[in-house]
T-cell receptor, first 116, second 112 residues
Framework: GAGVSQSPRYKVAKRGQDVALRCDPI?????LFWYQQALGQGPEFLTY????????KSGLPSDRFFAERPEGSVSTLKIQRTQQEDSAVYLC??????????????FGDGTRLSIL | SQKIEQNSEALNIQEGKTATLTCNYT??????LQWYRQDPGRGPVFLLL?????KEKRKERLKVTFDTTLKQSLFHITASQPADSATYLC???????????FGAGTRLAVHP
């Protein structure tokens, strides 16, 4: 079956522009996560959705970052007025949900964002 | 402060040997720990999950241990192959909705 799909794979934007990154999770996965990965580092948590509800946005670096999942499937991460420090790979992951939370996460291949 | 440490240097081993990767953590009380593999330009791929009440888990050539007293997990790949060359990430889960905290990863290179 299809895995997690992210688009675009690469995005180049000028400083100050707005960008939107899309994530198509695995069908039926309740949980959806966004992570930011800098070069040579592990993924860092940004935000979590359970269906359409954004339950945790504690990792979003600033109010320029906004995420939504309006129908509980596709999610979009938007970055307004991009800065050079926003350059990174943005990963989306989805998983099944259980009370203990110990489910494998399925990752997309990410969007590599470069801000000039 | 909270910290997750993995071998920062790349690990180079000969084909056929056992690779052992370390994940140490401080100031966390994880309910479980997961290991992922990441190839260049790709997203992480799940390998194994071990819960806090489990000491060891195996899957084919992979073995993971979890010592909550030492605050350490060891990840072993036996009979390593060049195709095992990748970056391996450990991730702590604190329960609830499965939020993961990742280490920086260890790069493994298996030489023929």
């Amino acid at each position: 079956g299809a895995g997690v799909s992210q688009s675009p794979r690469y995005k180049v934007a000028k400083r100050g522009q707005d960008v939107a990154l899309r994530c198509d999770p695995i069908s039926g996965h309740v949980s959806l996560f966004w992570y930011q990965q800098a070069l040579g580092q592990g993924p860092e948590f940004l935000t979590y959705f359970q269906n359409e509800a954004q339950l945790d946005k504690s990792g979003l670096p600033s109010d320029r970052f906004f995420a939504e999942r309006p129908e509980g499937s596709v999610s979009t991460l938007k970055i307004q007025r991009t800065q050079q420090e926003d350059s990174a790979v943005y990963l989306c992951a989805s998983s099944l949900w259980d009370r203990g939370g110990n489910q494998p996460q399925h990752f997309g291949d990410g969007t590599r964002l470069s801000i000039l | 402060s909270q910290k997750i440490e993995q071998n920062s240097e790349a690990l180079n081993i000969q084909e056929g040997k056992t690779a052992t990767l370390t994940c140490n953590y401080t100031n966390y009380s994880p309910a479980y720990l997961q290991w992922y593999r990441q190839d260049p330009g790709r997203g992480p791929v799940f390998l194994l999950l071990i819960r806090e009440n489990e000491k060891e888990k195996r899957k084919e050539r992979l073995k993971v241990t979890f010592d909550t007293t030492l605050k350490q997990s060891l990840f072993h790949i036996t009979a390593s192959q060049p195709a095992d060359s990748a970056t391996y990430l450990c991730a702590l889960g604190t329960g609830g909705y499965n939020k993961l905290i990742f280490g920086a990863g260890t790069r493994l290179a298996v030489h023929p």
